[in-house]
């Protein structure tokens, strides 16, 4: 364990592993407590996303009652509208969106690669244009930094170059060099002492260079490390490979592990077993939009016709206000009306399902049943991977 990985420990975050992965390498998983600032954080966790300060269709109190404790914003759209500066003036993005629980900024980095056209990446930093207005804009890691000090999340997140996972070698190596520099450089210009800072390891689907990135980026006094670059194009078997060459270089570090933009429950059970603590993604929410409804063992798709004289809830014995209150039949017929009601009520079961999975999860690793649980883990997960339920349901 580097000076670096333990300098971290009570400063702003705090983290403690309560239920180590056991000795005989069964599983990574492990159970796990982070405090920051606006309050405590128990791992295996998801954090839904809030992209313009709010998660689509849900007041905050929804929000808490889907049982989530931390969510994400993104710094990209916040920075472009409606701006972090006004947000700042406004009393913070706590106070502006009215969550007092904690919050996580993304660096922008995956937002100005991804949405921003025309965007030019030099060493110092990235120029982009907004996807709103066609203005330009330039991000570099001491901005990234700025506006997510103004913002005041309770995490923020080091600047980086993030590639599509099928990538070339080259480009591979080239964004994860320059990742590296542009980590030491969020790190220097974080000074926000109420804000924890997490780094993020880049290196594609290679090896060596997924090993050295994670090493790297231990090495330096991060408050906890995001796995970046997956949750893309790449297949399950080779996203497991990644996190796991990951993992290996992180064995003994004591910080909590995120993997950015995963959000399918197979699939966070997976990463979970191989050792990761956090989880984002738009996945459950973007879904239930379009009528996709998560329940044990699979899903429901309520545009089909077969619902409309369905009487039962959602899910039998689901807290949500969806299944509590309103029956198959209505919500189907919500969807084929295009009532905005339909959006709030499905996103709020995805978004309850996907945290009761996540305090599953926890409750089997507190019992340490958790290698043994996984099959009827599985089971309850359903089949599908997050892009095959993206793609059906797009
Ligand atoms: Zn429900």
New binding site residues.
């Given amino acids: 364990m580097t000076d670096a990985a333990t300098s971290f420990r009570g400063r702003v975050a705090r983290y403690d592993v309560l239920v180590p992965p056991p000795a005989d390498g069964s599983t990574r998983a492990r159970l796990g407590r982070l405090e920051l600032p606006h309050g405590v954080v128990d791992t295996p966790q998801f954090m839904p996303v809030g992209t313009n300060a709010t998660v689509k269709a849900l007041d905050p109190l929804d929000i808490e009652a889907t049982g989530a404790s931390i969510i994400l914003a993104n710094t990209y759209h916040l920075y472009l509208r409606p701006g972090h500066e006004r947000i700042a003036r406004l009393g913070g993005l706590h106070r502006f969106m009215s969550w007092d629980r904690p919050i996580l900024t993304d660096s922008g980095g995956f937002q100005v690669v991804s949405l921003g056209d025309l965007r030019v990446v030099d060493d110092d930093g990235v120029t982009f244009r907004s996807h709103l207005d066609g203005s330009v804009h330039r991000f570099t890691p001491e901005h990234s930094i700025a506006v997510q000090e103004a913002l005041g999340a309770d995490v923020a997140v080091a600047f980086d170059q993030p590639v599509t996972p099928s990538s070339p070698l080259d480009v591979v190596a080239d964004a994860t060099a320059r990742t590296h520099r542009w980590a030491e450089r969020s790190l220097a210009a974080h000074g926000r002492g109420d804000q924890a800072l997490f780094g993020i390891v880049q290196g594609g689907l290679d090896p060596n260079l997924r090993a050295s990135s994670a090493a790297f980026i231990a090495g330096l006094g991060f408050d906890g490390i995001c796995i970046g670059g997956l949750a893309g194009d790449e297949t399950p078997a080779q996203r497991e490979a990644a996190i796991d060459v990951a993992v290996s270089a992180l064995a003994k570090d004591p910080r909590p592990r995120y993997l950015m933009g995963l959000g399918s429950p197979a699939d966070l059970l997976e990463a979970v077993d191989r050792g990761v603590d956090l989880f984002d993604s738009v996945l459950p929410a973007r879904v239930a939009r379009n009528g996709t ?1 998560w329940v044990p063992g699979g899903k429901l798709n309520l545009r089909n016709s077969r619902f409309l004289d369905d009487a039962a ?3 039998e014995g ?7 209150r309103f029956s198959r039949a209505y919500l189907a017929h919500l969807f084929r009306a295009r009532e905005l009601l339909a959006y709030r009520l499905a996103t ?2 995805n978004l ?2 996907t945290l009761d999975f996540m305090l599953r999860i926890r409750s089997a690793l507190r019992a340490g049943t958790f290698p043994a649980s996984l099959p009827e883990l599985r089971l309850h997960a359903g089949p599908l991977s997050g892009r095959e339920a993206a793609e059906k349901s797009a």
């Fill in positions: 409804l809830p959602v899910q689901c807290p949500c206000p969806l299944c509590t709020c079961h309850t399902f």
